[in-house]
């Protein structure tokens, strides 16, 4: 298995919703990130996990909550979130310090209304 | 931080022909990896290439590392080649891998 897999694809959400993204692989990375992508922009960095622990949160709101509930799982928890944060959440993995490339899943589109 | 910068931005090609993407960055890095972007928004790997020169059908890429830039060659370009080509690089011991601003493609027949 060499994917990223990144449930919903889609999301709708109102500002007083709680949802939750999901991204899961199965390639032995110990490794995950989160990484937001607005329309014609690059993806920017939100979160790192290396081992199951937070390594690096780029000052990510706190309306934005990431879990790493074992090595092949990664969470994206939101709440009270603002149209602003309508963008592509891209996950990804990489093998930790060997770095040798990171693996992006297909995003999740998410509309904020 | 490392700075990824990318050029040209826009790129138009008639199918056929040929073309190369080039990317700078600030810094020694042991990540440089080649992205291509399609219309659904994944981001597909083309090459893992800190160092050295790589070679996948049509297209190739070779970074030297002492001089701090990459090449991504498209030969005979096709319109499924359209999109956005994304250069990104980390440093030593960090896990930020930084992207440049993209290359976008167009190819027309």
């Known amino acids: 298995d060499t994917e990223v897999t990144q449930t919903p694809k889609h999301l709708v959400m109102g500002m007083t919703n709680k949802k939750s993204l999901k991204c899961e692989q199965h390639?032995?990375?110990?490794?995950m990130y989160w990484y937001k992508q607005k329309a014609k922009k690059p993806p920017e960095l939100m979160f790192v996990?290396?081992?199951?622990?937070?390594?690096i949160n780029e000052s990510v709101p706190s309306r934005f909550s990431p879990e790493c509930p074992n090595s092949s799982l990664l969470n994206l928890h939101l709440h009270a979130l603002q149209p602003e944060d309508s963008a592509l959440y891209l996950c990804?993995?990489?093998?930790?310090?060997?770095?040798?490339?990171?693996?992006f899943g297909s995003g999740t589109r998410l509309t904020v209304v | 931080g490392i700075q990824v910068e990318q050029s040209p931005p826009d790129l138009i090609l008639q199918e056929g022909a040929n073309s190369t993407l080039r990317c700078n960055f600030s810094?020694?890095?042991?990540?440089l990896q080649w992205f291509h972007q399609n219309p659904w928004g994944q981001l597909i790997n083309l090459f893992y290439?800190?160092?050295g020169t790589k070679q996948n059908g049509r297209l190739s890429a070779t970074t030297v590392a002492t001089e701090r830039y990459s090449l991504l060659y498209i030969s005979s370009s096709q319109t499924t080649d359209s999109g956005v080509y994304f250069c990104?690089?980390?440093?030593?011991?960090?896990?930020?891998?930084?992207f440049g601003k993209g290359n976008q493609v167009v190819v027309i027949p």
């Open positions: 990804a993995s990489s093998y930790s310090d060997r770095n040798y490339g990171y693996t």
């Open positions: 810094d020694s890095v042991n990540n």
């Open positions: 990104a690089a980390s440093l030593y011991g960090n896990n930020r891998l930084a």
């Open positions: 290439i800190p160092s």
């Open positions: 996990y290396s081992y199951e622990k937070l390594s």
């Open positions: 390639m032995g990375h110990r490794a």
